[in-house]
């Protein structure tokens, strides 16, 4: 009997323990592209797209479906930054369990407006071309797109295929535009 209650005792011990309440803040190294990506997540919206730890500095961007509070993106420019990364108690079902916090602005690189970039126009299905009220092309109402000779081949490819990725290069910070398709 008393073999029991020590295993009982010791599997209440170990699960109790297994749960980390106090998981400490970690600092994180992170790079920011110049521009951003779609994403889709509770519905279609921008992403950043960063590199964390030793994938700085390689070809391996992914794409952030956070926020960086204290962090003031702008388009054109890529930033080195320090974050600081906390669980969040209890986080909403639709809401990240991590917390990501600005430490310190390392550095930040204008890059030349003629650097060409990809961005996903069309994932599964879903499209992340919209158009204004004057009939021009928008990435997901925030992004003006110069479609420059593309307009009608953009119209199309959009309507008719399931991926589609658009070559860019930046205009403004809030337009970009179109050099090729994909």
Not at 8 to 18: A, Y
Not at 140 to 159: A, F
Request: hydrophobic fraction near 35%; charge should be negative; charged fraction near 25%.
């Amino acid at each position: 009997m008393k073999k029991i209650i020590l295993l009982l005792t010791s599997i209440g011990i170990l699960f109790s323990c297994s749960k980390d309440d106090n998981v400490q803040p970690q600092t994180v190294d992170m790079r920011i592209n110049h521009y951003q990506n779609t994403g889709i997540g509770e519905g279609l919206f921008l992403t950043l797209m960063v590199q964390e730890g030793n994938n700085i500095g390689s070809d391996n961007w992914f794409k952030f479906y956070n926020t960086i509070e204290g962090f003031d993106y702008q388009p054109g420019y890529i930033y080195d930054i320090k974050v600081v990364v906390e669980q969040v108690d209890n986080p909403p079902a639709d809401g990240s369990s991590l917390k990501y916090t600005l430490q310190e602005k390392k550095s930040t690189q204008e890059v030349d407006i003629e650097t060409p970039f990809d961005i996903d126009l069309k994932i599964n299905g879903q499209n992340f071309i919209t158009k204004n009220s004057s009939s021009d092309y928008e990435l997901l109402n925030q992004i003006k797109i110069d479609c420059n000779n593309l307009c009608d081949q953009l119209g199309e490819i959009v309507e008719n295929q399931d991926f589609v990725v658009g070559t860019f290069k930046r205009l403004r910070s809030n337009e970009i535009q179109l050099i090729e398709l994909k």
